[in-house]
């Protein structure tokens, strides 16, 4: 009996510690309207990205889902829709993976609306593969893709008054690297048919993130436009062969995506956070990074290299 009691309290405790620490959450507190403001999502149509709009339209914002999948995208709109009342939640096809998907998107954008106050580069995966212009799948969609994206839009936020970009990136981040003759050689930051593989080629892509919010805080400097890159925490995303061996225990410790949006919407909504640009937040609260991911020579460089990928110059 002792040692079951023994074996509970370890237990006990360390759920304890994982909650309050690795799978901690937060929740935004702040009131901020977005009536007459326009917002971009990328990877809107699921998961954080759908509770972010959701938010958002909530507020009054003008929300445009900039998704690969009309279908996935059309069913979020009608969910948003019920939900808040809004019925200015639009979608705009928009695939990471092809650069000149990307300038499509943006070409279309600025055709269309007058105006851009917020920019949420939320998309992202863990996969294998390659994208259309043959870049690893993933620093091809969660860094690339978004660097263009961003740069292409960044006239656009400028004509506003406090726009802002907001990209998501992770904690994964502290295990990455960047070996820039690999990229531009291969044209990818690891790649691999084993999990391990591309999850390692994940979190160099989140690495790359957060030295782009890092690159792009400096270039801001004196104009009205920020930044800033977030942990959202560790969200459960469900897929069908979990039902039964890990989504018990995940539901325990992993945040839904309501919650995971709460850090992106503090710094897509709480005011006075402008003196913060370039910072890496978690649980709505700045948090200091690790020396690879505010290294300025290694940032400037990937932006240097990410503006030759993606045909900037």
């Not at 690999?182 to 080629?201: D, E």
Request: proline share 2%.
């Amino acid at each position: 009996m002792l040692p079951l009691l023994v074996a509970t309290g370890v237990v006990v405790a360390v759920y304890i510690v994982l909650v309050k620490t690795i799978f901690k959450s937060s929740k935004f507190k702040g009131n901020a309207a977005m009536a007459g403001k326009t917002v971009i999502v990328t990877g809107g149509n699921t998961g954080i990205g759908k509770a972010t709009a959701l938010e958002l339209a909530r507020r009054g914002a003008r929300v445009i889902l900039a998704c690969r999948n009309q279908e996935k995208a059309e069913l979020a709109i009608s969910d948003i829709k019920r939900e808040t009342g809004s019925t200015d939640v639009v979608y705009m096809q928009l695939d990471l993976g092809s650069l000149q998907a990307v300038r499509s998107f943006t070409e279309t954008f600025l055709k269309t609306e007058a105006r851009l106050d917020l920019l949420i580069n939320n998309a992202g995966l863990v996969a294998d593969g390659r994208t259309a212009d043959g870049f690893g799948i993933e620093f091809g969609v969660n860094h690339l893709g978004h660097f263009l994206l961003t740069c292409l839009l960044l006239d656009r936020l400028k004509e506003g008054t406090g726009g802002r970009v907001v990209t998501l990136g992770s904690m994964a981040y502290r295990w990455g690297n960047i070996d820039f003759d690999a990229l531009i050689t291969n044209k990818h930051l690891g790649t691999g048919r084993y999990s391990w593989q591309f999850f390692h080629a994940y979190c160099n892509s989140k690495l790359c993130n957060v030295l782009f919010n890092h690159e792009l805080a400096k270039r801001l400097k004196g104009t009205n436009v920020t930044c800033y890159s977030v942990h959202p925490g560790w969200v459960f995303v469900f897929l069908l062969w979990q039902r039964f061996i890990i989504e018990p225990i995940a539901r325990l410790l992993f945040l839904d995506p309501e919650s995971g949006a709460q850090t992106t919407l503090h710094c897509a909504l709480q005011e006075g956070i402008e003196p913060l640009s370039g910072r890496y937040f978690f649980c709505c609260a700045p948090q200091d990074v690790v020396a690879k991911g505010k290294d300025d020579a290694v940032a400037k460089k990937l932006w240097e290299v990410s503006e030759r990928l993606s045909g900037l110059f």
